[in-house]
């Protein structure tokens, strides 16, 4: 086992100890007070009562060249612990992999950075598993619905048009309008059942793969609305392991629904591409309003923790020409060879 293989235990027993924070503080403050003492001592000032204009001028500046003295040798003992606060202070949970450095001669500070960086690895993993458990319940979920608006209310408003087609040939002909309204209600909201279970649990990703389902679901995205979408859509994309292409579907699907709902905008792009060794990237740009100032909702913070679960970066960027830049990289890590797909 290599030392960068070794629990931060075992680093911490093999390190020469060398005096603590304590230790070292107390024996500063000593060492000026010490030879504050010497000099007060070997110097031919006195102090005589009362206390003379001259005498105060030399005790002020002696006491002001030992507190001088501590503040700096202070202010050097304990400025690790100040840069590795600073440092602990930008760590984004969201944003999995961030370190703090461990560098420096001081042990308390390499033993705080080391113990620092394992928590953070023991809450990556514990909110990964988490993550990924609540995510597969949810889907569940998703699919159960999904299901019953198909299956259920689905099939008994195929069953109502299927009566309204009857009621129109049978009814007199100053009904007959009327009822022909009542069925284009019916199949419009037929159509939004179906649109709902599509949305709810995309057949498209199961059936045709990952860079289909992006491509109709840009397709829908573009139908019910006036937006002008471009696409370009890598037809060599590795195989990726079923919760990886989920979670790029669903930020897609997510970034575009922001899109449509908030931005304001009239071209939208939506890029998907093989990275090589790199693994895979999506992209939706588009010409909007940007954030404005607008706090990181739900949305937004939920396709950062689906980012985070499959080893993912997600960055929310404003264009120079205005509008945003949504981008998820997934690392090669996370594909699988088709072999095994």
Known sequence: MTARDAPASALRERRPRRPSLFARVFSINAAVLAVAGALLALSPATVSQPVALSEAVVLVGGLTAVLLLNLFFLRRAVAPLEDLTALMNRVDILQPGQRVRVSGTEHEVVELAESFNTMLDRLEA??????????????????RV????????????????????????????????????????????????????????????????????VADLSDRSAESSQLEL??????????????????????AQEGLTN???????????????????FGV??????????????????????????AMLV????????RAAGGVELRLDVPATSTVRAEQA
């Open 126 to 143: 514990e909110r990964r598993e988490s993550g990924q458990r609540a995510i597969a319940v949810q889907e569940e979920e998703r699919l």
């Open 146 to 213: 999904a299901r019953e608006l198909h299956d259920q209310v689905g099939q008994t408003l195929t069953g109502v048009l299927l009566q309204h087609e009857s009621l129109i040939r049978e009814a007199p002909a100053g009904l007959r309008e009327r009822i022909a309204e009542t069925r284009e209600t019916v199949r419009a909201s037929l159509d939004d059942v179906r649109r709902i279970a599509g949305d709810l649990r995309p057949g498209a990703l199961e059936d045709l793969g990952l860079v289909r389902a």
């Open 230 to 251: 471009v696409r370009e859509l890598d037809a060599s994309i590795p195989a990726l392991a079923e919760e990886v292409e989920l979670v790029v579907y669903r930020v």
């Open 259 to 277: 899109v449509l709902r908030h931005a304001e905008a009239s071209r939208t792009e939506v890029h998907l591409e093989a990275l090589g060794d």
């Open 281 to 306: 990237r999506l992209r939706l740009l588009d010409d909007g309003q940007g954030f404005g100032g607008a706090y990181e909702g739900d949305g937004i913070r939920g396709m950062r923790e689906r």
């Open 311 to 318: 080893g993912g970066d997600l960055s929310l960027t404003e």
